[in-house]
């Protein structure tokens, strides 16, 4: 067949952006390495699954589905802005907390803004800010933290926007209380203060602010959280943002009109419920979190402390090589090759089995 060419070229923010890489799918590695049992501890996903509240009430929902979610997910964000004591218009639901980002970058970042970021920290804080003609003004990590001094310093006449991880992803790392709080009374009141939560419910250090409270007193401030991690529905999408109210109208008008879905809304809504699913992923998470931890430790390498659901090793050697490794052993890890950390992997936490399999595996690469 004759190859069809044309000359239409895209906008130019476009030109050397990479693609997005997951971790590699369970799917991916059983049909490339022909293994059987695959453990995947790549994406940071809940190894307990959901709620069964949720999957009762999905069952419930498939009688639904030949018709259009509700767009704003109403019943969803009256519950959420129930339990974070906001009102109902400070709060939006997105495709994944990743949709919230995109709408944030598309409504506020003009060509030529500068956005200011960890480096490194999640990567799609960078592409969309460059999608939109912005430039992303990263700022070192120091022991896997965000030097927020630094971040202030960087500020200029032309900053927008700026992302604070907090859990950092891929580092795990918190930044403290007083150092935070410090940090949002000091950014200038114009510029939008993202500060993305996605892993808030596995912290369990005492030295960490809950910075939704905060958006009564700072109109820049906008706290983003995710249903994808402790409550376990990833594939779903869904996730969502607290703001001033001004912000969700204009995000409102940027968004697809359905954009979660209703599987997705009544999965979140009751999953919001069931606090003791949530209570004992975050004490099994702290438990593997500790293991893994200490027997990377007795292994002679270090760690970044972490306070999400994932660690991320320091490792004597390329992260690239160990993660090949690891995956001929059927384990799915991350390399901080991709990341940005090149001598690193990220490890997801998983069950009791997977975790010691897991070590079990790291040992022997590294031997
Ligand atoms: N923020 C951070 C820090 C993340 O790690 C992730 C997922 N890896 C997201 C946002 C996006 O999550 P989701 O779109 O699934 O809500």
Redesign the pocket.
Known sequence: MEVLEHKIISRKELEGLDVYKPGKPIEEVKRELGLNRIIKLA??ENPLGYSPMAKEAMIKEMENLMFYPEGTAPVLVKKIAKQLKVKEEQVIT??????I?RLLTRSYIRSGDEAIMADV??P?YETNVIIEGGRAIKVPLVNGVHDLGRMLAAITDKTRMIFV?NP??PTGTIVGKRELTSFINQVPNHILLVV?E??FEYVTAEDHLDTVPLIHSHANLIV?R????IYGL?AL???YGVMHSNFVKELIKVKEPFNTNRMAQVAATTSLADLEFVSKCKKENEKGRLYISAEVEKMGLSYFPSQGNFVMIRLNSSGDNVFQSLLHKGIIVRSGGVLGLPNTIRVSIGTKEENEAFIQALREVIQ
């Open positions: 994406s940071n997105g495709n994944g907390s990743d949709e980002l920290t999640f799609r991880c950092n992803n993305d996605a892993y983003l995710t249903f994808s991690k990833a999408r869904i996730g």
